[in-house]
């Protein structure tokens, strides 16, 4: 119900475009949110979003350069990636609370999970 797709493998300082497709769900009203999980590492929160898409909330290791925004009409959320670093490089997820909450960092919340999508960003 949750499809992610636009990882790759790209340099230091590009940038990239998560998609998360929604569906079979009301996931307009859902709070919804990015994850990672970089190799030997724990996942971590990347980014939220409110129904209302005025309402987000980002990690500090991605703030300023990551931006996360929805389309309910298409039931869709990204994430735009700017300036990538290595550190980056991690196995990205979509998430969502099937209601409407504030947003969550703490990933056991979410009901929902796609089933990622690699990022790499070599230096």
């Known amino acids: 119900q949750l499809a992610e797709s636009g990882g790759g493998l790209v340099q230091a300082g590009d940038s990239l475009r998560l998609s998360c497709a929604a569906s079979?769900?009301?996931?307009?009203?859902?709070?919804m949110a990015w994850f990672r999980q970089a190799p030997g590492k724990e996942r971590e929160f990347v980014a939220g979003?409110?129904?209302?898409?005025?309402?987000?909330y980002y990690a500090d290791s991605v703030k300023g350069r990551f931006t996360i925004s929805r389309d309910n009409a298409k039931n869709t959320v990204a994430l735009q990636m700017n300036a990538l670093k290595s550190e980056d490089t991690a196995v990205y997820y979509c998430?969502?609370?099937?209601?409407?909450?504030?947003?969550?960092?703490?990933?056991?919340?979410?009901?929902?999970w796609g089933q990622g999508t690699q990022v790499t960003v070599s230096s």
């Open positions: 979003i409110r129904w209302s898409a005025g309402y987000t």
């Open positions: 079979g769900r009301p996931f307009s009203s859902y709070a």
């Open positions: 998430a969502a609370i099937a209601r409407n909450t504030a947003i969550v960092t703490t990933g056991r919340a979410y009901d929902y």
